[in-house]
């Protein structure tokens, strides 16, 4: 009796390890804050800005992390994946980095509570946030700054390219996310001055 519990013990462990197949490995990520993380208080005469939800391409617009193998070419990770949705990580760090880096307006995310005549309006729009077989990471697209009535005050294209420090997407993440860095210090900049 022993023998055959031994026996069928040993077929059953050889179909289990034939059937079974490896396991498939996803790797998360999000994409790191720009610095500070303070939040400063609002001051009572700083007008609001609403940050509308960033728009992303298509081919942008995916769970996997995006990488461009040639010039025509390119792959959407099915290991390598945002935690969140890429166009809210963005839309939250934007609306972040402005409170930090200008004091014009009082940065804000469209919320439904939120009445928005009047106010005026931040629209990004991005073509390009992907690594590339170059060894950099690409963000590129245009920014609109929209005045309480609709009106359009600027439309300002950005193009970055920063350098990836080792292979590999956590290092294409940070790489994107130094581009974002960039990306808000221009559009500080303009707020301040505009």
């Not at 193998?69 to 760090?93: D, F, K, P």
């Not at 697209?141 to 390219?161: C, H, I, R």
């Amino acid at each position: 009796m022993k023998k055959w519990r031994i026996v069928l013990g040993g077929i059953v462990g050889i179909l289990a390890g034939c059937s079974s197949q490896p396991e498939q490995v996803s790797n998360i990520y999000l994409l790191p804050s720009g610095g500070q993380m303070t939040v400063p208080a609002i001051s009572t005469n700083q007008p609001l800005l609403v940050v509308r939800p960033v728009e992303m391409a298509n081919h942008l617009s995916g769970n996997g992390l995006v990488y461009q193998l040639s010039e025509t070419e390119v792959v959407q990770a099915q290991q390598n994946l945002w935690a969140e949705s890429i166009s809210e990580q963005l839309t939250r760090r934007i609306n972040h980095d402005l409170r930090q880096k200008q004091t014009k307006y009082w940065p804000t995310e469209l919320t439904p509570a939120l009445a928005t005549s009047g106010v005026p309006r931040l629209q990004v729009k991005v073509s390009q946030f992907n690594g590339h077989y170059s060894g950099v990471a690409k963000v590129s697209g245009e920014w609109l700054l929209l005045d309480g009535n609709g009106a359009l005050q600027g439309v300002y294209p950005f193009s970055y390219q920063v350098p990836l420090e080792q292979d590999g997407y956590d290092a294409q993440v940070k790489a994107l996310s130094e581009a974002i860095n960039r990306l808000t210090s221009q559009m500080a900049q303009r707020l301040s001055v505009g």
